[in-house]
């Protein structure tokens, strides 16, 4: 079974920028896809970002396209997601997630595993 942490979160003012990680363990990375989702208080969950588990495909959603990018050096078994020009509407908590198909991710459907999650907060 695979173990997700994530780490990076924080606060940061409107138009700054954030670098979230997601430290994987107990089965190997490189067969995994993985993604993030948020949720922000009184929302439902929303994924953000996933990519193939070889790094050559990537989603996101449309409002951050252009501001974040997820990428999966497979050499260093984390993820990451470089959030730039951070909106106090991305004031969520993310989550780590993994599966072995992307599709899955971006629908949502009975994913592998979540880590416990990470606060970022965007002030105005």
């Known amino acids: 079974q695979v173990q997700l942490v994530e780490s990076g979160g924080g606060l940061v003012q409107a138009g700054g920028s954030l670098r979230l990680s997601c430290t994987v363990s107990?089965?190997?990375?490189?067969?995994?896809?993985m993604g993030w989702f948020r949720q922000a208080p009184g929302k439902e969950r929303e994924f953000v970002a996933a990519?193939?588990?070889?790094?050559?495909?990537?989603a996101y959603v449309d409002s951050v396209k252009g501001r974040f990018t997820i990428s999966k050096p497979n050499a260093k078994n984390t993820m990451y997601l470089q959030m730039n020009s951070l909106k106090p509407e991305d004031t969520a908590v993310y989550y780590c997630?993994?599966?072995?198909?992307?599709?899955?991710?971006?629908?949502?459907?009975?994913?592998?595993?979540w880590g416990q999650g990470t606060l970022v907060t965007v002030s105005s």
């Open positions: 997630v993994a599966d072995e198909d992307i599709s899955h991710i971006v629908a949502d459907f009975s994913l592998d595993a």
């Open positions: 107990g089965r190997p990375f490189s067969r995994y896809a």
């Open positions: 990519i193939s588990w070889t790094g050559g495909s990537t």
